[in-house]
């Protein structure tokens, strides 16, 4: 596996109950590349995701990741390739204390006692949370729940870090925070969201799925600024973009360069100027 | 409604109780599964008019609580639970089981209300033990504990799913409570039909989530096989202090009653 590419071709999802959730969906994701996935609730973006470490198999069309065509045989090691973030953390953690479900994926693997022993102390310095690793899961708070869930991935050392919606509710520290952990990051990653202010900050490129099809794919500004494409797929402008009513009343587009947010800050802008 | 939430965060705390470090704590979880085996061994083998012999089987649950540094009144009130269930099998004794046993001034008391009372002190005395072993052990220890014994691993692996299900469970219908009490407006509720379809939705909701769940294990390569990660606890020296201790002790208890025993040595009137 020397390039670390996800490419879906023509791929085309329908549900038991005959809902065409993904129509023809086609991208190439290199090496390295960090790409947001957005769309309106129900535009097929967590069905997409399911289907990149196999969880659901595609109705026609393919999944290449790396060099293997995803099938039966490929599915083991595409599923370590692939770390896979729900967007319930509550759904991914279900051992008994946090150490233990970081190293639930280790053991699956079958490496010996110490080498698991590093993995999941590193998986948890990297989220910030070593100190939460004898504590059973759920009595951590949502963003402490979304770091450890982060936390069970990277213990299996995947090359493609994929997260559904990873901001949704979590209050603006932890979003902060998470946001933060996710820029250090040197993993190909690929984002699904409707936090377009997160995408902004996160992913270079875009793709905008709507009904299932993808509307459009390209630099996450280019795409943020063509305002018809958003409302056509039921999406807003992230407030980073958007002319401050308190400060322009006219309306008139304050940012059409790179959003200028430094990292420790949680509003767009403060109102000091 | 806060009563579904309140008992639910309480059930919660029994696990937390188990992270606590105290000697009996970091006891091998296996000796105390097998002592606390023993124990309620011991005491449902007594005979059923059979009270005062088992009172003092009460210092196992009072010594491992003051060591365990375990709150009295939760684990009295998580005791209290069983209560209900015991006597709605004891007081079918008094009804069938008129025998004379014994006399108090010109009162008869049946065999049936004795043998209602055993029942109580047993069941009260097996669930302190079975409370405060989770307390300081804590569930998925107990299921490791049973698997290093030969139990089965599949049946392992089962009740600790099972006890994963179980939080999964009440955490759904905490939820769909609430939503239902805030569309009833605090009424007492909308009749047994809408219960039906309520603890239909309930299912249904938690068959998604373990369905999910799966989906999150299957995610990170599991084979059907939890592996454990084997901490570093061996069965040493304090483990087999505790439990030849105790059992020994069970034993004696067992054999020979001691309450009357005492009442001997004070009267005279040893057997
Ligand atoms: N298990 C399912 N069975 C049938 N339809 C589903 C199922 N899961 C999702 N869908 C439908 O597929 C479409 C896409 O859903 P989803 O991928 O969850 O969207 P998103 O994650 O973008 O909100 C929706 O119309 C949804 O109702
Ligand atoms: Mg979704």
Redesign the pocket.
């Known amino acids: 596996m020397s390039h670390h590419i996800v490419h879906v071709k023509n791929l085309q999802h329908t ?3 005959e ?1 065409v ?1 993904l129509r023809d969906v086609s991208f190439l994701i290199h090496h390295g590349e960090s790409v947001g996935i957005i ?1 309106a ?8 995701l399911l289907h990149l470490n196999g969880y659901l198999s595609a109705t026609s069309g393919e999944i290449i990741i790396g060099d293997d065509q995803l099938s039966k045989e490929t599915l083991p090691e595409i599923r370590r390739t692939v770390g896979m973030v729900f967007q319930d953390p509550e759904d991914q953690l279900f051992m008994p204390t946090v150490y233990d479900d970081v190293a639930f994926g280790p053991l699956n693997l079958g490496l010996d006692p110490d080498e698991v022993e590093t993995r999941v102390m590193e998986a948890l310095q990297r989220v910030e949370a070593v100190e939460l690793r004898n504590k059973p899961p759920y009595h951590l708070s949502g963003g402490e729940k979304k770091r450890v869930a982060i936390a069970t991935v990277l213990s299996m050392l995947p090359e493609i870090l994929v997260l559904d919606e990873p901001t949704n509710g979590l209050d603006p520290q932890a979003r902060r925070q998470l946001i933060a952990l996710l820029q250090a990051f040197h993993h190909t990653r690929i984002v ?1 969201s409707h936090d377009l202010d997160m995408v902004l900050e996160l992913c270079e490129r875009t793709i905008v ?1 709507h009904e299932g099809k993808v509307m459009a794919d390209g630099p996450t500004l280019d795409i943020f600024n063509n305002e018809e494409l958003l409302k056509t797929c039921r999406l807003e402008k992230p407030f980073a973009m958007q002319a401050c009513p308190v400060c322009s009343p006219d309306k008139r587009p304050l940012v059409s360069q790179p959003p200028l947010v430094p990292p420790h800050s949680n509003k767009p802008h403060d109102h000091e100027h | 409604m806060l009563a579904i939430d309140g008992s639910f965060l309480d059930f919660k705390q029994l696990d937390l109780l188990a992270l606590r470090q105290t000697p009996v704590h970091r006891l091998d979880s296996r000796a105390k599964v097998l002592t606390t085996l023993c124990f309620t061994i011991c005491v449902v083998s007594f005979d059923r008019y059979q009270i005062s012999a088992m009172l003092p089987f009460l210092i196992y649950p009072a010594v491992l609580m003051a060591i365990g540094d375990l709150p009295f009144g939760y684990i009295m009130r998580k005791i209290v639970i069983v209560i209900p269930f015991a006597l709605m099998i004891g007081l079918f004794n008094p009804i069938f089981d008129r025998q004379v046993l014994m006399q108090i001034g010109s009162l008869d008391i049946w065999g049936g209300w004795i043998s209602c009372i055993s029942i109580l002190v047993r069941a009260i005395l097996t669930a302190s033990a079975a409370i405060i072993l989770v307390a300081i052990t804590g569930f998925p220890a107990i299921c490791e504990a049973l698997e290093k014994l030969k139990m089965p691993q599949t049946f392992a692996v089962q009740l600790l799913f099972l006890y994963r299900y179980i939080f999964v469970l009440t955490d759904e219908g905490v939820r769909t409570a609430r939503a239902r009490q805030l569309r009833t407006f605090g009424k007492r509720g909308l009749g047994i039909r809408h219960f039906g379809s309520l603890v239909g939705h309930l299912l249904l909701r938690t068959w998604e989530r373990a369905e999910r769940i799966h989906m999150a294990m299957l995610a990170r390569g599991f084979a059907g096989e939890v592996h454990s990660t084997r901490r570093q606890s061996h069965f040493g020296r304090a483990e087999l202090l505790f439990m030849s201790g105790w059992i020994s002790l069970f034993i004696l208890l067992r054999l020979y009653n001691a309450p009357q025993l005492l009442g001997g040595l004070f009267t005279g009137t040893l057997p």
């Not at chain 1, 609730?41 to 997409?48: E, I």
């Open positions: 549900y038991p109950d809902t959730a769309g609730n129900g535009a097929g973006k967590s069905t997409l699904t799925l």
